[in-house]
């Protein structure tokens, strides 16, 4: 089972990223999808979440309406669609699955966000 996150990078305040998450070893759409993100000195906190079935989504009150989650059943892969990066978006990127008592995390990626 593994979770491999990619996309994230440098990029200035105002741009874009899309971060990607590819699942093998199980089906994604079987689980809730999640992205989680840490920055230095701060605890991990959820940012979106995909439910199991797809037809509901979640975001922290920091990103709504700039975060977009989604997930790509065929490529067993989720996304998370970011616009308007803010330097307060800098943080490690996780991505989660979980279903009951099944959990598993990514690596991480990392987001900084500077001019």
């Known amino acids: 089972v593994q979770l491999v996150e990619s996309g994230g990078g440098l990029v200035q305040p105002g741009g874009s990223l899309r971060l990607s998450c590819a699942a093998s070893g199980f089906t994604v759409s079987n689980f809730a999808m999640s992205w989680y993100r840490q920055a230095p000195g701060k605890e991990r906190e959820l940012a979106a979440r995909v439910s199991r079935v797809g037809l509901s989504t979640d975001y922290a009150d920091s990103v709504k309406g700039r975060f977009t989650i989604s997930r790509d059943n065929p490529k067993n892969t989720v996304y998370l669609q970011m616009n308007s990066l803010k330097p307060e978006d800098t943080a490690v990127y996780y991505c989660?699955?979980?279903?009951?008592?099944?959990?598993?995390w990514g690596q991480g990626t990392q987001v900084t966000v500077s001019s």
């Open positions: 989660n699955a979980r279903n009951g008592a099944y959990e598993y």
